[in-house]
């Protein structure tokens, strides 16, 4: 039976009911819902590395064309999460998912009707403001609707359908290119479409968003459905909230705007700094490998497509598994020495390539593929991170600016790695750069972060 609430429904009151409601299939429901959805934005995201050699022969691309056309989604994606934060802290979380998640399956069936490279560039500069605004407001979700007790595993274990969808796009592209060619792939990302209108058919507000913006009637409803269906999960009655599940500080505050302000504001400003220093390494040298590697087989080592393509795919398979430890590990070690040594290990990996200077294809798989495992298992704990660091009010802001300097890495990693190759250094130096990068990251993660596990969120950012 769900506990009345008042019209003064507070978010204390939410926060300490949220933090008592044991896991059952309700949130096992909305992961996977949410989960489906983020697992084709990601097989979206990377299609573009693996369709590009094929696309590049097609159209007669230059070099300057293939950076083109793997960063402008990127481009796009720094946008969309900049304006999906400011968005999702105003209209809600679950409205601007399924607007994103549209807009990007229309984009990928009509870019299967591309014949030339502007329209092209054109709908990936479209759908990257759709991904860009999807991912950092699901994150911002996830975590509200999340209790303090595992909620490093419980969120990373949704955050893992991302790497996920980026190993499986792998997979897929490597198997369906070298007999249908590139268009079917965009067409089969168009599949995460349906799941919109489930979006709002199935998935209540968060609570914790409508009481933090002066909705008290309406987070009550929300709150009231998601123990209602708990309870029907569980088979008996919720226990009663614990009267000092959240501090007095986050009780009754006036509702307030999220404002950019407020990311720089007293505890907060520090907290940016590092989680935007992390964001941005992190991602630069995610995307600065993973979006040359099948044109670095093909090029640098004269291997087929299909050859180039499974080879690439390693990497993303190493880099799933580099997420599956930090879900397994976040919650005993924490936040801080999981982004310090993921970023570490990165460097490691990195600096042992660039001694090499990858020689051959066996070394680039092999040393690409464990730096992989441990930036991935420092990108997906972003998603977790971030959004414990920042109030209710301006969360959601504060995972998309965390998004917009991911998209800046995302731009950069290619073109650095793009021009230090094409410079004629060697690729020994290429790798010798990004481990220098993710060298001063991890030097800032280790220092400066702030731990977080064990804390609910009105603990962390009253």
Known sequence: MSIAASPETTQRDIAARLERLPM???????????????FFEAFDQLLIAYTLPVIGREWHMSATASTTTLTIG???????????????????????IALCVAGTALCSLAMTLSTAL???????????????GEVPTAAAYIAEISR??????????YEIVFPAGLAVGALVAAWIIPHFGWRPLYALAAVPGIAAVLLQLRIPESPRWLAAHGHPEKAERSMALIERRVEASIGHPLPAPAANAAPPAADAVPAKRSSLRDLFAGRYRRRTLVVWTIWFVGYLANYGITSWLPTLYKGSFHLSIGQALWYSTATSVAGLAGCLIAALVVDKLGRRLVLAAGLGGT???????????????AQLLVWSSLAAMFNFAVNVSLYLYTPELYPTRSRALGVSLGGVLNRLGLILGPILVGALYAGGTGLGTVFLVLGAICFAGALVAGFFAEETKGRTLEEVSP
């Not at 303090?148 to 274990?157: E, I, T």
């Open 24 to 38: 059952s299939r309700w949130q096992v429901s909305i992961r996977l819902i949410i989960g489906v959805v983020t």
């Open 74 to 96: 990127s481009i796009g994606m720094l946008i969309g999460a900049l304006a999906s934060g400011w968005a999702a802290d105003r209209i809600g979380r679950v409205k601007v």
């Open 118 to 132: 502007l329209p092209f560039l054109i709908l990936r500069f479209v759908q990257g403001l759709a991904i860009g």
């Open 148 to 157: 303090a007790r595992r909620r490093g595993r419980f969120v990373l274990m």
């Open 347 to 361: 460097t490691a990996m990195l600096v042992v390539l660039g001694a090499l200077g990858a020689g051959t294809p």
